[in-house]
């Protein structure tokens, strides 16, 4: 059986913390590869720094992606992400607190497979996690990674 990996690019500690334990509420035992910022999401997705060596065709079965974030914000993130012949179709959900219409709007625009705003409530964010690896992790079919 094949290993699915989440990617979770997020700077907040605690969101980070919060959301290992809504998977493991859930028995979601998937490896959580966490990126603080977009330019460490962008090294794993591509092998380089101190991801180097890794298998770049083994890529993350979703990218969970806050849009707020140091260094490389998420959008500039996703917009890298769909530049690139590898990612390209990689399965990107954005898990941002924003409300705001135009990160809404600018998130699809680039490419967002999904857009979720990030429950305030842990029990409803604990719901809203297992629907994500419900439907990201056992019902869909993500694409064949294109060798180069």
Same mark, same amino acid.
């Given at each position: *059986? ?5 990617? %979770? ?13 809504? %998977? ?17 999401? %962008?090294?794993?997705? =591509? ?5 180097? #060596? $890794?298998?770049?065709?083994? !890529? &993350? ?5 806050? +849009?707020?974030?140091? $260094? *490389?914000? #998420? !959008?500039?993130? !996703? ?10 179709? +990689? &399965? ?9 219409? =135009? ?5 699809? #625009?680039? #490419?967002?497979?999904?857009? *979720?705003?990030?429950?305030?409530? @842990?029990?409803? @964010?604990?719901?809203?996690? =297992?629907?994500?690896? !419900?439907?990201? %992790? ?5 694409? &064949?990674?294109? $060798? *180069?």
């Amino acid at each position: *059986m094949e290993k699915k990996i989440i990617l %979770l690019v997020e700077d907040n500690p605690d969101d980070i913390v919060l959301t290992r334990r809504a %998977l493991e509420k859930n028995n979601i035992t998937n490896e959580l590869v966490i990126a603080n910022d977009g330019i460490e999401a %962008l090294d794993y997705l =591509q092998a380089k720094g101190k991801h180097e #060596g $890794r298998d770049i065709y083994d !890529l &993350p079965t979703v990218v969970l992606l806050d +849009l707020k974030l140091p $260094r *490389m914000d #998420g !959008l500039e993130t !996703l917009k890298r992400i769909r530049s690139n012949e590898i990612t390209k179709l +990689l &399965p990107v959900v954005v898990l941002t607190s924003s409300k705001e219409e =135009q990160d809404i709007l600018s998130s699809y #625009g680039l #490419g967002a497979n999904s857009y *979720m705003r990030k429950p305030v409530d @842990f029990n409803k @964010f604990v719901d809203a996690v =297992q629907n994500l690896g !419900l439907y990201w %992790l056992l019902l869909n079919e993500t694409p &064949p990674v294109k $060798r *180069m």
